[in-house]
């Protein structure tokens, strides 16, 4: 009598959740395919049945993490700065909600076409409150590269939760350099300053695009 393998089909999206799970307890540099084989109980070979490097199976959490951070197109009554603002806390969120996300967003080389459809979706939102393609364009890109980096600064930072290891002395003298300042250099209030200058950027570009179209 013939026996069935009890396990549940192996998928490209039960992959990559589960990569990401493995990501948040070990971080990036221990995201390897031989370890996420062992979690899966697989050979390593079987994963590239689904994804043929690496980078692709990075590609694909990269992905999936822009995905849950609520891009696309803006909802009906939210006026553009609102939405800019609201994309960008989204992203932010998402990103600090995985171990080493503005690292692992940063290295995706090949968007899916559905990635690529949100962005598109957003420059479609954008014109129809009278923003140009290029300037749709470079506002979404630019407030995407802001919130990446300033992740990328926040996850860093020596004895976060997110960021590596402490080194001797270094966390004591950083903490007291930053006594000094107002205010903390990566902070809300730092973020949601940083959003407001492309904001207020953006809204001089377009009154300019708009007094040349008239």
Do not use: C
Not at 112 to 129: N, V
Not at 147 to 161: D, K, Y
């Amino acid at each position: 009598m013939a026996t069935s393998d009890a396990r549940p089909r192996l998928t490209r999206a039960a992959i990559v959740e589960t990569a990401l799970r493995l990501l948040d307890e070990v971080g990036l540099d221990e995201l390897t395919t031989r370890r996420l084989a062992a979690e899966l109980d697989i050979t390593s070979p079987a994963l590239y049945w689904h994804f043929d490097s690496k980078q692709s199976l990075l590609d694909a959490i990269g992905d999936e993490i822009i995905q849950r951070s609520g891009m696309g197109s803006s909802p009906s009554g939210e006026t553009w700065q609102e939405w800019v603002l609201r994309r960008s806390r989204g992203y932010r969120a998402e990103l600090l909600r995985h171990r080493d996300g503005a690292r692992v967003v940063s290295a995706v080389r090949n968007g899916s076409p559905e990635t690529f459809q949100l962005f598109l979706d957003e420059i479609d939102a954008l014109a129809g409150f009278g923003f140009g393609a290029e300037l749709a364009t470079k506002t979404i890109t630019a407030s995407t590269h802001f919130v990446t980096g300033f992740v990328l600064g926040e996850q860093m930072r020596i004895g976060s939760p997110e960021g590596g290891a402490d080194r001797p002395g270094v966390h004591e003298s950083s903490d007291a350099g930053r006594a000094q300042l107002a205010i903390d250099p990566l902070g809300e209030a730092m973020f949601d300053h940083g959003v407001a200058l492309i904001i207020a950027g953006t809204e001089r570009m377009l009154a300019a695009d708009e007094t040349e179209r008239a």
